[in-house]
């Protein structure tokens, strides 16, 4: 599930990302490089991928 479509990041690398550093979304950011581009995927309505980075941070969250 693509997450950050400029930098290719899948749900998956968020969710090892969350097991590390919580809901800190600059770090999360900083690690797999999701939201730095265009930006787009930290808006919760970005079209660009299927969930964007706010969503996937608060899904691992619950699924860990
Ligand atoms: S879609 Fe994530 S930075 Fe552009």
Same mark, same amino acid.
Do not use: W
């Given at each position: 599930?693509?997450?950050?479509?400029?930098?290719d990041? @899948?749900?998956?690398v968020?969710?090892?990302?969350v &097991?590390?550093?919580?809901?800190?979304?600059? /770090?999360i950011k900083? $690690?797999?490089?999701?939201?730095?581009?265009? @930006?787009?995927?930290?808006?919760?309505?970005?079209d &660009?991928?299927?969930?964007p980075?706010?969503? /996937?941070?608060?899904? $691992?969250l619950?699924?860990?």
């Amino acid at each position: 599930m693509l997450v950050c479509d400029c930098n290719d990041v @899948e749900y998956d690398v968020i969710k090892e990302s969350v &097991k590390k550093h919580g809901n800190d979304i600059e /770090a999360i950011k900083d $690690a797999t490089d999701a939201g730095t581009t265009c @930006e787009c995927c930290l808006e919760e309505d970005c079209d &660009k991928v299927d969930l964007p980075l706010p969503l /996937a941070i608060k899904r $691992a969250l619950s699924e860990l």
